[in-house]
């Protein structure tokens, strides 16, 4: 189904067929090794739900080559520099990926600790806020120094702002105790007083 559009068939040859089983075996991997301890990361969600919506638009157009193709992508996202991927993140890829290769999918749904069938679990929605459209680069700074920055939907509000820096190890490490004050403008900058 991945070769190409489903109604012209397809140039099959075994050649073509290793791509996919590459993918499957990321797959694979990445819920074996997914963690269940912390948050799932902000960027990866969002790719995440812009995944789930593709897909869900792509197979009743039996555009199967093209959702295949968007769980690819995602995959790629997930394992950007082969970081440990949390359980949050993998289990709607799992329902995604059932119609496609049902006997993997089922192996892997009860290696997340279901006892019921993945195809009994309906499929997987997104929240079109997670999608957002367009991004900003929003600057954190923590007792007036630059941290970081972070990648959110331009109509992000401070929590989700702050909440997307404090899931950022690289800034959250520099925030030690409540802080005093936070100072949002949209946009453009966050800053947290301690």
């Known amino acids: 189904m991945f070769l190409g559009p489903f109604e012209e068939g397809g140039d099959f040859r075994d050649a073509g067929i ?54 690819m992508e995602y995959m790629n996202v997930l394992r950007r520099g082969e970081r440990r991927p949390h359980r949050d993140e993998v ?43 367009e991004t900003v680069t929003i600057a954190v700074q923590i007792g007036g120094k630059t941290r970081g920055t972070v990648l959110v939907a331009k109509t992000a509000t401070q929590d989700d702002v702050h909440r997307a820096a404090m899931a950022d190890p690289a800034i959250a490490k520099f925030v030690t105790g409540t802080p005093r004050k936070i100072v949002f403008v949209p946009g453009r900058l966050l800053s947290i007083v301690l």
């Open 18 to 71: 290793s791509g996919v089983k590459r993918f499957l075996d990321r797959l694979w991997k990445s819920v074996h090794a997914a963690a269940t301890e912390g948050t799932a990361d902000v960027e990866v969600m969002r790719a995440l739900h812009a995944t789930i919506k593709k897909v869900g638009e792509d197979v009743p157009k039996l555009s199967y080559n093209t959702a295949i193709a968007a769980m």
């Open 91 to 133: 289990l709607p890829v799992v329902q995604l990926v059932a119609p496609f290769a049902p006997h993997i999918a089922e192996e892997l749904w009860s290696v997340l600790g279901h006892a019921q069938s993945v195809f009994d679990s309906g499929w997987p929605s997104f929240d079109p806020a997670m999608i957002g459209g």
